[in-house]
């Protein structure tokens, strides 16, 4: 028990000091560790790997090697050997023996390593990163998991022993690629480029260069002016251009392997280029410039609409925005910058079509934006497992060329010859004991890593693979833990927003269900529900023209009433509570029937983890315990808000007489 | 022009310095002024308003005389006369002096004053008071007029200056009572009763004493836990009465004429005797006890109710919360306790019955709470004249007994033998350089105490005795600036929330349109608006039973679908889209009709105040030309969201054709 206990509050990763019993458990007796003879802080902290550990002094003992090869492979890869005298990682740099040592430990805590094995295996994405939303004051905007791991009180807090725990874990997963500070750029952040903050800086940037991960930041577009320096932030101006020369020259003289920039510009009231009437490319163009002496690279982010539009408009759709904002500006980026695209068209809602603007600029770099932080996915209180919609995301085919054409493909680099691909998230970690407040929330940051990894791999697959890593392999705790886990997405889906419909939650917060809450507001948030039906239609015919933005395969699959997948049926088309969907039934009626069984889904969910008291860690049970209540609780509210509402307004019962306040 | 801005900036009140100018335009000539031999700091103000003032060296000039006599007259009362030779102002004790000499500036404004006038006046209600609901941080809750004249940063500001012209304000409009702090006792404010700011609630008392005005605290009901000395607070522990008899004993030995306590118990989360199992009036007679040896008062608020309530339940009817936790308690309440009851049964909305419990207790004394600052009104933003509402408050016949029922009986004390009635209000007033953030919201305050002396005085009358006072005797501007005032009310009605049903406001801050912002929330507050009607059924056959709170006349008259005055329509009754007024038109059309004429009304007031351009003072004109814009935007954006809001529910054109956003 105390063993299981100390695996899971530091997650699926097995802590250092039990790396001997690790190698104990599975009956291998290695006698000597050894490593090339090369300088290099992954390669420090791969050794520190052993501190705690004793070589056995059996005669029949195995060699642990670490060794380079030149064999030039992608970056990350590795070979994983089992003879009988020696286990031998091998790689033709750094990070490949760090990520081979992960999948050696993984594999011993799965017992699925034998002798003979012999294993190959490279990243498919090149770019794996993560974004933290920090503020220098120790919030994280939708933040679920405690208080910033960086900072409080407008200071780095400097705790390396925790925050070097927390850059394994992280490496064992896959990162490759940080942002410490939250895009929303304030005053004392705007300051984190300046030499005020330096020396902490670099401290960091060492500690998670040793795990292979490099340290972006996020950066206030009106730098120059804020800083105190300039009067203007206009992209073409001599002087800002001189001003962010100057600014990274000195910040790469300090850290000459420090990552880059991501920006959030032009959006939700954040400074940019429009307001020196320059374009997007323009903003990010000299940005890109500035850098590209130091091969630093500029993350743009393309969450640009109008944050002020008027509900009564019935012709302006925020869906179009980012689309119409940089489509058109397609070739103009530099090589080193690269657009950031979420992953749907209006905001990391429950379910969403994919961003039309994903895969439509061939000759621009991407990297899609995901979110593992559960801002209106319940927020870390209710379950929701994002790999099986970072899949379908994944699949999703643009259609937009002859050759590979899935999101897929584009974020592996296959879909362009662009020099840049890959995925970026918002993560869901912060201060608290287990990482991400909800413990099964952890398995959110671990699917992400590994599917970055290896987009081919099943949902069912990780989702055991994480809960056996986690709390062992006891087959009931298994099947239960990945059963929840694979059917939370659809569970949550089904007691909130009904098919694709989105933003029925309360404003600000986006917890719980307020059916009004964004539709008489400016945030171009609708849903347009009537006494006769309700739905966005974004048709070619009646509707937005939305669906044009799609290739014209996906355009006439979306544009057809018949056709259009029934989960995505009201982001596309405005639909009476009649409308009988392809398994026969009525809208209104499915509405009915999802919240109740959403709800008791949710009632499954207690039932079965509490038959799982005895084989988790009293501490971790409770967690998840407590929290499943908590989304009973809610998944109840939205039940009956929405049940309440949508019978008002159609005057419909429920054709199974269930409870329905009036 | 300057003359009139100096007279606007402070208000009505004629300020101290242009007391000479007063005399000489009406041409009279005062060559003494004569005041009793008598100490006293009402004489002592008295005496001041003259410290700018030269007396004439005219042969044929009058003396102005202040005199004493003992006709034993109710507090307040004076006489006014005007001879040949003399002004006298007499009253049997300081305060009517007070009141008279206002009378006497007033008269002399309104150029009503020559020689033969002999009048008597005496305030019709006893009770004449204000609360203010400042925090000691200088915020004020749900204050629209600047920051705290009392507070900030937890201490007392101590400008005597300006807060003794406040206190000469509400003098001249008649209040003779006043609370400092915010029902809602905070953690810091708790501590006002104690030595801790003793010396600065002393000097504050000093000033108003001055102006016949009884300072008073809200007091936390938990104080005696809170100031860390017990771990009780059951009035009927004999530590906890120690406590609070020991607390009242320093507070009156150093101001022994301290009004004494308003207190908010068990309601919105405020502690109070509902903890012990204890009944309301165990609660208010522990602190009506040991106030009792000084002569104190307490006040008790009735705004009880469930604050936690579940929309599902149908049963629950906050309006009858007030009504079912008090009336029991009839005849049990000590004779220096008065109950504080709201004008209506719910919380100051623009239109809501008067609550069933005025009156209905006629063993224990009451005071009507009114609120003057515009919370659920238009926040002083929006212009929203009170009194003809307070008008038909007071109109209204209980009918409880067959003696004198009106409310106006009640507060005026005619209703019952009890020793105490009254009214009070939460103010309007800040530290806004027009005391009240809108200028014409001065109206209010003054519309206040003017209708506490005395209730008869017709609000039209009032309407143009306030316009002229501040901004003189120009026949155009009194009738644009009375007019707008007696329309104001039914103006925001109209573009507001229809038919008396309410709440259809943003939640937290209560300004502008949010239709379901209170409909799924704990606050008891609902409109149950379905696609076939609306409203809050609270007949005896199908509903709530509220209306049997009522007298039986005024029960049926509520009851009675057919004779419920439209104006409370939705308020008693859920009626369908297609039920007939009494005008022949259907509730919806009503809601239309309504609706595009409340914005046109505004339209209209900008007119008609563009037209005193030249007329009123720049400042002014622009305060209230800025705000008027804001009504309108804000009159619109109601317009349009509760026009698309009933359009979507019903599915009804509106019958002349209007814009209605689908």
Redesign the interface.
């Known amino acids: 028990m105390e063993q299981v206990k100390e695996k899971a509050s530091s997650c699926w990763l097995v802590d250092r000091n039990n790396i001997s019993a690790l190698f104990s458990d599975n009956a291998l007796h290695i006698n000597a560790i050894l490593f090339p003879e090369t300088a290099s802080p992954v390669l420090d902290n791969l050794k520190k790997e052993f501190s705690a550990f004793s070589p056995t002094t059996a005669e029949k003992g195995k060699s642990l090697l670490f060794s380079l090869d030149s064999d030039g492979r992608r970056a990350g890869s590795f070979t994983l050997r089992h003879d009988e005298d020696v286990i031998e990682v091998s790689a033709s740099e750094m990070t490949g023996l760090l990520y081979g040592w992960f999948e050696l430990m993984k594999r011993l805590q799965l017992k699925d390593f034998s002798c003979g094995t012999y294993l190959s295996d490279s990243p498919a994405i090149t770019i794996r990163m993560l974004n933290h939303w920090d503020n220098m004051d120790g919030t994280i905007e939708r933040g679920y998991a405690g208080r910033s791991l960086f900072f409080t009180e407008n200071r780095f807090i400097g705790d390396h022993e925790k925050t070097g725990r927390y850059a394994r874990l992280l490496a064992s997963a896959g990162i490759n690629a940080l942002t410490i500070n939250n895009v929303n750029v304030h005053q004392v952040e705007t300051r984190l480029i300046t030499q005020e903050y330096r020396q902490a800086l670099i401290e960091l940037c060492d500690l998670f260069r040793g795990w292979g991960i490099q340290l972006f930041l996020s950066v206030n577009y009106a730098s120059p002016i804020e800083l105190g320096d300039l009067t203007t932030a206009d992209p073409l101006d001599a002087q800002v251009k001189a001003w962010w020369r100057h600014c990274f020259d000195a910040l790469y003289r300090d850290i000459p392997d420090f990552g880059g920039v991501v920006v959030k510009a032009d959006s939700e009231h954040r400074p940019g280029p429009f307001t020196y009437h320059r374009t997007h490319a323009d903003g990010a163009n000299m940005l890109g410039e500035a850098l590209a002496p130091h091969g630093g690279l500029v993350f743009w982010r393309c969450f640009v609409y109008n944050c002020q539009q008027d ?2 408009d ?1 012709q302006t759709d925020r869906a179009r925005a980012a689309y119409e904002h940089f489509a058109p500006l397609d070739g103009q980026f530099r090589e080193n910058v690269i657009l950031q695209i979420k992953n749907g068209p209006m905001d990391f809602q429950v379910r969403e079509p994919v961003s039309p603007l994903l895969g439509a600029m061939p000759a621009t770099n991407q990297v899609l934006e995901l979110q593992i932080t559960q801002e209106y996915t319940g927020q870390q209180i209710d379950l929701f497992w994002l790999v099986p919609q970072w899949k379908t995301i994944l699949a999703f085919d643009t259609r937009l060329s002859s050759g590979p054409s899935t999101i897929e493909d584009l974020v592996c680099g296959r879909a362009n010859a662009m020099p840049h691909a890959g995925v970026t998230a918002v993560v869901n970690t912060g201060d608290d004991r287990f990482w991400t407040g909800h413990v099964l929330a952890q398995a959110n940051l671990y699917g992400y890593g590994r599917l970055l990894w290896n987009p081919a791999i099943e949902a069912g697959v990780l989702a055991r693979e994480w809960s056996q890593l986690t709390f062992g392999t006891d087959a009931e705790v298994t099947r239960t833990v990945s059963e929840m886990l694979l059917s939370s997405g659809q569970v949550y889906e089904d007691y909130t927003a009904p098919l694709g419909v989105g933003w029925m939650v309360n404003p600000h917060h986006h917890y719980g ?4 809450g964004y539709e ?1 507001d400016v945030w171009g948030t609708y849903h ?5 039906g309700l739905g966005v239609d974004r048709t070619l015919e009646s509707g937005t023209g939305y669906v044009a933005l799609y290739a014209p395969e996906n355009c006439q699959l979306y544009n057809d009433l018949q056709r259009c997948p029934d989960e995505l049926l009201l982001f596309f088309h405005f639909l009476r509570y009649d409308h009988r969907l392809k398994n026969g039934k009525s809208v209104i009626q499915h509405i009915y029937d999802t919240h109740f069984s959403g709800v008791e889904a949710v009632e499954g969910f207690i039932q079965r983890w509490q038959k799982l008291a005895t084989l988790i860690p009293s501490d971790i049970h409770r967690n998840v315990a407590e929290r499943l209540e908590k989304q009973k609780k809610n998944a109840s509210e939205w039940r ?2 929405i049940n ?2 949508f ?5 419909i019962d429920d054709n199974k007489g269930r409870k329905i ?2």
Do not use: E, L, M, V
């Not at 269900?513 to 009004?516: A, H, L, Q």
């Not at 347009?528 to 006769?532: E, H, I």
């Open positions: 509900w009564r019935r269900p307020n059916i009004d008489y347009y529900a009537d006494r006769n009956d808000r309440t509402y019978y008002r307004k159609s005057g306040y009036k």
